[in-house]
C-alpha cells in the first residue's frame, strides 16, 4: 500500500498571503489529520477530519482550517500568514477503529 | 488537562550499550500508548504501542516499551544502541473515549556516537 502522501513539500510564502496544503490518506483510512511541528512547540494538534466532518479540533486561530473530500484527502488552509506560522506541517492517517497514525512526510512552509 | 511528558531533551549513548528514552503521562482513564520516531526531513514513523496485555511490547528495529501503571510511565528501550538509532523520538498517547485525538510529548533527541 502506498503510504500518506503531502503536497508540496516544500512551499515559500510572504506575510499575509494564504496557503493551502493538500494530504492524500492510505487507501482506506477514513481519517486524517494535521499537526503543525516548530522547534520551540513541538508537535500540536490542529485538527481531525473524518467522513467529510472535522470530528476534534486543536487550539488555533481560525485562520488555520481544512477540509476533507469524499475520497478521504484533506487540505489544510492557512490565511492571512504570520512569520509563527513557519513550521513542518504534518498530515497523519488511520482506521477509524484502529490504533496508530501513520504520517506524510510534511510539508515544509517558510513564511518570509 | 491530558499530557505526556519526555523529561530528557536528549540522551547520549555509546553504540554497543543499552539505551532508555523516557515518557510519563497523565490522563484520565487507560490511554493507549505509542512511541514514534522522526528522522531528519522526514515524518513520524510508528515504533510500537501499548493496548492492552503484558506490559512490554516489542516493536521495530528491535526497539520495546515497558508500560508501568502505577508509576503512569511508557519508557522506550533498546538492549544494543545502533548509530543509526539517532533520531528524533516521541511519545504519544489516545484516550479510549475520543479516538484519533493523539498527545505528543516533546520529544527526546536520542545521539548515539560510535
Known amino acids: 500500500k502506498a503510504g500518506v502522501t503531502q503536497t508540496p513539500r516544500y512551499l515559500i510564502k510572504t506575510r499575509g498571503q494564504q496557503v493551502t496544503l493538500s494530504c492524500s490518506p492510505i487507501s482506506g483510512h477514513r481519517s486524517v489529520s494535521w499537526y503543525q511541528q516548530t522547534p520551540g512547540q513541538g508537535l500540536q494538534f490542529l485538527f481531525e477530519?473524518?467522513?467529510?466532518?472535522?470530528?476534534n479540533k486543536g487550539n488555533f486561530p481560525g485562520r488555520f482550517s481544512g477540509r476533507q473530500f469524499s475520497n478521504s484527502r484533506s487540505e489544510m488552509n492557512v490565511s492571512t500568514l504570520e512569520l509563527g506560522d513557519s513550521a513542518l506541517y504534518l498530515c497523519?492517517?488511520?482506521?477509524?477503529?484502529?490504533?496508530?497514525?501513520?504520517f506524510g512526510p510534511g510539508t515544509r512552509l517558510t513564511v518570509t | 488537562a491530558q499530557s505526556v511528558a519526555q523529561p530528557e531533551d536528549q540522551v547520549n549513548v555509546a553504540e554497543g550499550n543499552p539505551l532508555t528514552v523516557k515518557c510519563t503521562y497523565s490522563v484520565s482513564g487507560n490511554p493507549y500508548l505509542f512511541w514514534y520516531v522522526q528522522y531528519p526531513n522526514r515524518g513520524l514513523q510508528f515504533l510500537l504501542k501499548y493496548i492492552t496485555g503484558d506490559n512490554l511490547v516489542k516493536g521495530s528495529y528491535g526497539f520495546e516499551a515497558e508500560f508501568n501503571k502505577s508509576q503512569t510511565s511508557f519508557h522506550l528501550k533498546k538492549p544494543s544502541a545502533l548509530v543509526s538509532d539517532s533520531a528524533l523520538y516521541f511519545c504519544a498517547v489516545r484516550l479510549l473515549y475520543n479516538f484519533n485525538k493523539f498527545y505528543f510529548g516533546s520529544g527526546t533527541k536520542l545521539n548515539v556516537k560510535p
Open positions: 477530519y473524518f467522513s467529510e466532518t472535522q470530528r
Open positions: 497523519a492517517s488511520s482506521l477509524d477503529n484502529g490504533y496508530e497514525q501513520y
